[in-house]
């Protein structure tokens, strides 16, 4: 793809929305590659449930990963040399990211 730029472990993109939940309010921003901190969005999420599924549904029509969007998180925040800024170690390092364990907090519909 030609927005992703390949890091010395993994591919991450070189933008992607990012989403953390907080008490106060969810988190929702754009993280860049290599750049510290994020852009945080101005859109007013009324719940952590809907800042994530907005998310994931940005980020599934640019192809980003919610490994790789997590990593994006992480190294924008803690580094990008932390473990967990590389989307390929997250299965062997967190259990979230295993294969089957990220399930939707969505109800099944009837």
Same mark, same amino acid.
């Given at each position: 793809m030609a927005w992703s730029k390949?890091?010395? &472990? #993994?591919? =991450? !993109?070189?933008?992607?929305?990012?989403? *953390?939940?907080s008490?106060?309010?969810p988190i929702v921003g754009w993280a860049?590659?290599?750049?510290?901190?994020?852009? &945080? #969005?101005? =859109? !007013?999420?009324?719940?952590?449930?809907? *800042?994530?599924?907005?998310?994931t549904f940005v980020?599934?029509?640019?192809?980003?990963?919610?490994?790789?969007?997590?990593s994006m998180l992480v190294g924008s925040f803690a580094g990008w040399d932390h473990p967990k800024a590389d989307p390929?170690?997250?299965p062997k390092i967190d259990?979230?990211?295993r294969k089957g364990a990220w399930r939707s907090r969505r109800p099944a519909s009837h």
């Open positions: 390949k890091t010395a &472990q #993994s591919a =991450l !993109p070189a933008e992607c929305m990012v989403f *953390a939940p008490r106060d309010g860049r590659f290599h750049e510290e901190g994020i852009k &945080q #969005s101005k =859109l !007013p999420f009324t719940s952590n449930e809907e *800042a994530e599924a907005y998310t980020n599934g029509l640019l192809g980003v990963t919610r490994a790789q969007s997590f390929e170690m997250l259990a979230r990211f």
